[in-house]
Nanobody
Framework: QVLLMESGGGFVQPGGSLRLSCAASEFTLDYYAIGWFRQAPGKEREGVSCITSDGITNYADSVKGRFTISRDNAKNTVYLQMNSLKPEDTAVYYC?????????WGQGTQVTVSS
């Protein structure tokens, strides 16, 4: 049973854009804080961006000014708009939903930035 699913990854050239989606099933995201994380080969998983239930956002320094996180509670989905992509953004991107002791992870979506 998949409760949280990412989509929108793919292959893009440097400078390009992608929009990732994180959709929930079986539960509503309204009260959850949502985080986007990524893990590149041979590296530890790192936080990219997060958004609270109130819409407060935060970004890693490496993506500030290039990535934008947003949520659409009507669609039960959180988005990560990624612009000006760089090869170092290549990774598997995961979304995470947290509310109290409820903690869900998606299975990840691959983003590859290469010329």
């Amino acid at each position: 049973q998949v409760l949280l699913m990412e989509s929108g990854g793919g292959f893009v050239q440097p400078g390009g854009s992608l929009r990732l989606s994180c959709a929930a099933s079986e539960f509503t995201l309204d009260y959850y804080a949502i985080g986007w994380f990524r893990q590149a080969p041979g590296k530890e998983r790192e936080g990219v961006s997060c958004i609270t239930s109130d819409g407060i956002t935060n970004y890693a320094d490496s993506v500030k000014g290039r990535f934008t996180i947003s949520r659409d509670n009507a669609k039960n989905t959180v988005y990560l708009q990624m612009n000006s992509l760089k090869p170092e953004d290549t990774a598997v991107y995961y979304c995470n939903a947290i509310f109290g002791w409820y903690d869900y992870w998606g299975q990840g979506t691959q983003v590859t930035v290469s010329s």
